[in-house]
């Protein structure tokens, strides 16, 4: 089974620019997330999708970050605009069975903000 | 108390030895535990779940105390490979899982 795909795999950006980050999850895996791993800590949750709806995203910066799963498929995170805090890197996960046997990570994006 | 906690480590132990993890967790109510595995620069891969009987998989053991909120992962027989470090799981609420900062183990020859 094909795994969990994203993209771009490092992205370079200026403080204050935008950037998107692209994830298409395990073929029939109803539940996506979107986390966010900064050096020498554990993956935060930011965003978590059952289908389309948004389940959680009470640890998401909404005044800059945004994300939407529109088909219920694969999924896009935004920035806009990025601080030098959001340096990190960013996990897309998805489970079948609400999670109990565990998520599949993608390899992730590594963000840097300049 | 954060809802999950780990030492840091790091864990320095010579190839063959047995060494043991602990994470302790804040929500009572969790039902889901599990053992990642995250290689430097790559992303988490699950090890192990972790249930109320207990959990064996070769030379990794993972245990769950629900009375004392910690879960364990014992290996025994360590090798150069195990080198990485180790993420607890623990679900709150709907399929949701809190990730502790991770427990760093070095294996040396």
């Known amino acids: 089974e094909a795994g969990v795909a994203q993209s771009p795999r490092y992205k370079i950006i200026e403080k204050r620019q935008s950037v998107a980050f692209w994830c298409n999850p395990i073929?029939?895996?109803?539940?996506l997330y979107w986390y966010q791993q900064i050096l020498g800590q554990g993956p935060k949750l930011l965003i978590q999708f059952q289908n389309n709806g948004v389940v959680d995203d009470s640890q998401l910066p909404k005044d800059r970050f945004s994300a939407e799963r529109l088909k219920g498929v694969d999924s896009t995170l935004k920035i806009q605009p990025a601080k030098l805090e959001d340096s990190a890197v960013y996990l897309c996960?998805?489970?079948?069975?609400?999670?109990?046997?565990?998520?599949?990570f993608g390899s992730g994006t590594r963000l840097t903000v300049v | 108390r954060k809802e999950v906690e780990q030492d840091p480590g790091p864990f320095n132990v010579p190839e063959g030895a047995t060494v043991a993890f602990n994470c302790t967790y804040s929500n009572s109510a969790s039902q889901s535990f599990f053992w990642y595995r995250q290689d430097c620069r790559k992303e988490p891969k699950l090890l192990m779940s972790v249930y109320s009987s207990g959990n064996e998989d070769g030379r990794f053991t993972a245990q769950l105390n629900r009375a004392s909120q910690y879960i364990s992962l014992l290996i025994r027989d360590s090798k150069l490979s195990d080198s990485a470090t180790y993420l607890c799981?623990?679900?709150?609420?709907?399929?949701?899982?809190?990730f502790g900062k991770g427990t760093m183990l070095l294996v040396s020859p």
């Open positions: 799981a623990v679900n709150r609420g709907y399929s949701t899982l809190t």
């Open positions: 996960a998805s489970s079948a069975a609400e999670g109990r046997y565990g998520y599949t």
């Open positions: 073929s029939g895996h109803a539940t």
